[in-house]
């Protein structure tokens, strides 16, 4: 979809990271923008700075209401709506059998019920105006599979394979309408510091052979001494992550650059999808020896 001046976007997670950049850029091209989030002074605060044309409209995205007023908002301030961007996303750790029940229902339902509530609010509106683009934020952790993040990746799958639904149902009944899924890879917000500096402390400056002294909160408390010997000298890598770490600006232009040619997946660090490439030669692999 070719982006234009006076067009209005809605941006989910908008008062940090992706979000904030993605509506910083959309504002920059002339768009007006409604942020939206669940942190309602970083959201005002957002607003104000990225200037005027915009509007905050302090929201849940798990609760289906609350993504209506959403909507009705937009139209009460622009009076129209052609992009909608479910960005917003939390994320957890911790082997599978650790995690609190809790904190897989936050994260799905922020992650995928947040997603799933903006596209059933938000793409009536787009058919009914014949135009428009649905942009899903998923994660490379949406096409590949690490350790340590599985209400994550689940959660984010989900959304990749969300859109993938929605491009081939909107290219029958509605084919003017868009769709893209962001896959990024480690990109310089809050989120991803939490991990790498989580890490770090975590890690201390040792020098790499010493075991650091297992935590006393957290999933790492519930592993026994021998299980936190086998896991300690695996987390090095992800402190290197910083290192890897786009600036969001650049990722929301890379975005941006992907709805503008209408692609269905986009990613911040194309040199990683040869992981994505090994994951499938090895399912293919496994399916095709199956008798
Ligand atoms: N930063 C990365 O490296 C990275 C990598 C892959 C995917 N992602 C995805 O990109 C998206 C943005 O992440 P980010 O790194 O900018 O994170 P961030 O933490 O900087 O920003 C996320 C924003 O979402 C908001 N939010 C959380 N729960 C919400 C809810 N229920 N309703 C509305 N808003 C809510 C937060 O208040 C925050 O402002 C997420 O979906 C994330 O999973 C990020």
């Known amino acids: 979809m070719k982006l234009q001046s006076g067009q209005v976007a809605v941006v989910t997670g908008a008062a940090n990271g992706i979000g904030r950049a993605l509506s910083e850029a959309l504002h920059a091209r002339g768009i007006r923008v409604v942020l939206a989030d669940i942190d309602g002074e970083a959201l005002a605060q957002a607003a104000a700075e990225i200037g005027p044309e915009t509007v905050a409209v302090p929201t849940d995205v798990s609760d289906p ?68 683009h649905v942009v899903n934020t998923a994660s490379l952790a949406g096409i590949t599979t690490g350790m340590f993040n599985g209400p994550y990746a689940a959660s984010k799958h989900a959304v990749v394979a969300l859109t993938e639904v929605l491009r081939g149902e909107l290219a029958l009944l509605a084919p003017e309408i868009g769709a893209t899924v962001v896959c990024p890879g480690p990109v310089d917000t809050q989120m991803m510091r939490a991990v790498t500096d989580g890490i770090g402390a975590l890690l201390g400056d040792g020098d790499g052979d010493a075991l650091p002294p297992q935590p006393a909160e957290g999933w790492f408390a519930a592993l026994s001494p021998g299980q936190w010997q086998r896991l300690a000298p695996t987390l090095a890598p992800i402190i290197h992550l910083a290192a890897e770490m786009m600036p969001a600006a650049r990722a929301a232009e890379i975005i941006l650059a992907a709805v503008e040619s209408d692609r269905l997946y986009v990613t911040t660090h194309p040199h990683w999808t040869p992981q994505v490439t090994d994951r499938v030669t090895r399912m293919v692999a496994d399916l095709d020896a199956s008798t």
């Open 65 to 132: 209401a609350q993504v209506q007023r959403l909507a009705d908002a937009t139209l009460e301030h622009f009076g129209r709506v052609d992009l909608i961007f479910n960005n917003a996303g939390l994320s957890a750790g911790g082997p599978i059998w650790l995690v609190e029940p809790g904190d897989w229902r936050r994260i799905w339902s922020v992650n995928v019920e947040g997603v799933v509530n903006g596209m059933r609010t938000f793409v009536p509106l787009l058919i009914a105006a014949g135009r428009g």
